[in-house]
């Protein structure tokens, strides 16, 4: 049953459901605003890597009432073990030294039990629409007229892209995203695979300078792994980003001559129907917004795995886009105070990946090592508290609903 808040009469569309989406979603309709979210999937989307939730982000899932859902689907991972080339073990530590995430308060769990909890809290407020995405945006004085791929056509008083890095609302709004784009100097890729090794809620990391190889098991011994492939590549490998079968034999030939148990880790590539390939990189952008549309999460500022916290950023941007629509009746006001009090938290995370972001996927035989002695050192003296850029940003109470 649709809930009976009052409505402001302000309608918006928002692209995409994986995280910012639905968050996005919940706030604008707890505010009064008819919200449809569009979706090029026919469903959420479960599956995917653990993810984190920290700091600043744990504050809006609390809000939202699904922190009790997700502190049971936290993945409570035993241990994080290194090895050597050989694989030999350089240090078995505790995850929340190495992650810096502070423990009984930040949350690692599974990708599908994120989106599953925010879809399941908002799914009966806000209209969906599957199977659809945008084609065209048409901007005018008095609102937004989209035309669907489905050919349906809307108009709305506002638009927000929620749809990932690489968003299509930033393209048709701002241009190509080569434009925006950082690229990082990694390629990775995601997939599953038997449990061939018997691992019980612990990750296994192989490294070499500039490759690594990490195995995830977020559940028992009969349970599929997570497998994670990144390697250092200096130049984009642009041309394999839509060729399944040309990343499969980049990644084969990067890790032809790796020692251990990679070539088993290889071999399930190959067999995984569940490939995810992509490039480390993150979306920066002088503005997130142009006339009645703006972007929230991945498409705005995505900030790459090498920070841990592009899940976090999608929360609380979400969270503050939405009360800055709340606060400001007027669009351009309401996005340009969006900007001014997320920006810098944004910042923060993104700076991540220049000062120790990438530190567990070294490329050189000296910063290996140098990885390899901090492991060993916080063995000694594990460090336990969240880096600030976590929680850089107190969450601002929500706005008062519009009567």
């Keep these: 049953m649709i809930s009976q808040t009052p409505t402001t009469g302000r309608t918006v569309l928002v692209a995409g459901a994986s995280l910012a989406g639905p968050t996005l979603a919940y706030w604008l309709h707890r505010y009064g605003f008819d919200v449809t979210v569009v979706e090029k999937a026919h469903a959420p989307r479960g599956g995917g890597y653990p993810i984190d939730v920290r700091g600043t982000a744990v504050d809006v899932v609390r809000r939202m009432g699904i922190l009790p859902r997700l502190r049971t689907a936290h993945i409570d991972t035993g241990r994080f073990t290194f090895l050597d080339a050989d694989g030999a073990e350089v240090a078995a530590l ?9 423990e009984g308060q930040d949350l690692e769990v599974a990708r599908g039990d994120l989106t599953a909890a925010l879809y399941t809290t908002v799914r009966d407020d806000v209209e969906f629409l599957f199977d659809d995405s945008v084609a065209v945006l048409d901007q005018h004085e008095h609102g937004v007229d989209v035309t669907f791929r489905s050919g349906r056509q809307r108009t709305f008083d506002v638009v927000v892209g929620a749809d990932g890095m690489h968003s299509g609302t930033r393209k048709a709004l701002f241009g190509p995203e080569e434009q925006f784009h950082r690229y990082l100097g990694y390629g990775f890729a995601v997939f599953t695979m038997p449990n061939i090794f018997g691992l019980t809620r612990e990750l296994l990391m192989w490294n070499t300078p500039g490759r690594a190889a990490a195995l995830y098991a977020t559940g028992d011994a009969d349970d599929d792994l997570h497998a994670f492939l990144n390697f250092s590549q200096p130049e984009q490998p642009v041309h394999v980003l839509r060729d399944p079968d040309a990343q499969r034999d980049l990644v084969a030939r990067t890790y032809a001559d790796a020692g251990w148990e990679v070539g088993s880790i290889v071999k399930a590539m190959h067999q995984a129907d569940d490939l995810f390939f992509d490039t480390a990189g993150q979306i920066r952008m002088p503005r997130w917004s142009s006339g009645r549309v703006a972007l929230v999460g991945d498409a705005a500022y995505a900030p790459s795995f090498l ?16 009360r800055s629509l709340a606060t400001h009746r007027d669009h351009a006001e309401a996005f340009a105070a969006y900007e001014r009090d997320t920006r810098d938290f944004v910042t923060r995370n993104q700076a991540l990946v220049d000062t120790g972001g990438a530190r567990l996927f070294p490329t050189t035989a000296e910063a290996l090592e140098r990885r390899n002695t ?21 969450l601002p109470e929500p706005a008062p609903a519009w009567r």
């Design 94 to 102: 505790h995850p929340y030294a190495v992650a810096g995430s502070t």
């Design 374 to 394: 901090m492991l060993r050192d916080l063995v000694a003296l594990p460090a336990t508290t969240p880096q600030p850029a976590h929680s850089a940003l107190v």
């Design 307 to 322: 920070t841990g916290q592009g899940s976090s950023l999608a929360l609380v941007g979400s969270y503050m886009l939405a």
